[in-house]
């Protein structure tokens, strides 16, 4: 157990809590949290992690509620939030600061019941209709690994779910363990086998808040020695997630 540590609450929790910022929808991931059908509240592999540091930071947690990793990354360096975890890419890194990996995931795609996509190579054609969330890793991916079709980005997955519900979309362009929560969902959908993008999720800080990120750091990895993410993935639905080896970076 880390004991409070006077300069990594001054390091992360600046104004006495701990804002962190959470991507809510309507699938659950190492990034993406859904709402409690009873409470409303987010409930996530994040948001365990988020109240796993506040409690050895010893203060409280504020959940700052975004609609995609996207936006957390857009909402970085305007002062709302304190600490994150999303998906890096090189754009990301110009963004926010990241610690090292906690998840390593994949990307792929989903098609309706009678596809005749049977390959992620298949979705490649002209006329099929790609749908991903804007401004997340998986959408660049998806764009640079399409030649001949496009893909359209929308604001969150609500507006995915419901293009790709409605018949308008060929594709829905998501992580893999999000698509796995979806499926129920879909019956006789298809998650193609494979992926299209691969990449770690770190927490991650404001830019210049280097201290904030030693002190993030330290309590991530403390977190994947002690079993915490693993009991995190394993409660929310990911018992097939590995937990990142210690001092991974993407």
Known sequence: MIERDADAVSALAPSGELRVAIAVGKAKSAVWTMPDPDTGEPE????????????????????VELGSSGAIIASANEGTWDLSFTPVDAERKLAVLFGPDFYRGESTYLVPAGSPIRTIDEVDRDGVRVVGVEDTATIRSARRSLANTSVAGVAGIDDALALFREGRADALALGTESLRSLLPGFPSARILDGHF????????????????????????????????????????????AEVAPPGGYS
Do not use: N
């Not at 996530?44 to 959940?63: H, K």
């Not at 280097?210 to 002190?215: K, Q, Y």
């Open 44 to 63: 996530g592999v994040t948001v365990d992690l988020a109240r796993a540091i506040a409690s050895r930071l010893d203060v409280p947690l504020r959940l």
């Open 197 to 240: 993008h691969a990449a770690g999720t770190a927490i991650a800080v404001p830019l210049g808040h280097e201290e904030a990120l030693a002190a993030a750091t330290e309590m991530i990895e403390a977190l994947k020695a002690d079993g915490t993410v693993r009991r995190a993935f394993d409660t929310h639905g990911m018992a097939a």
